[in-house]
């Protein structure tokens, strides 16, 4: 997770890719991620995906809190 290789294109709509996620987690956040076991997003999709998991997060403080 984290840094990656410049050029290397997200997995999503295949703009630059700025983050590694394990598609495992693409995929939960509801985003396609193809059938590599990492994906790849751009910056857009990643904004994407933390929206997505952020949601998860207040759902789980709502429940636990
Ligand atoms: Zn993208």
Request: aromatic share 8%.
């Amino acid at each position: 997770m984290g840094r990656i290789e410049k050029g290397i294109k997200c997995s999503v709509c295949g703009k630059e890719a700025i983050r590694s996620i394990s598609a495992e987690k693409v995929k939960a956040a509801g985003l396609s991620a193809g059938n590599e076991k990492r994906a790849y997003l751009c910056k857009e999709h990643y904004k994407e995906y933390k929206k997505k998991t952020k949601k998860d997060k207040t759902l789980d403080k709502w429940r636990y809190g």
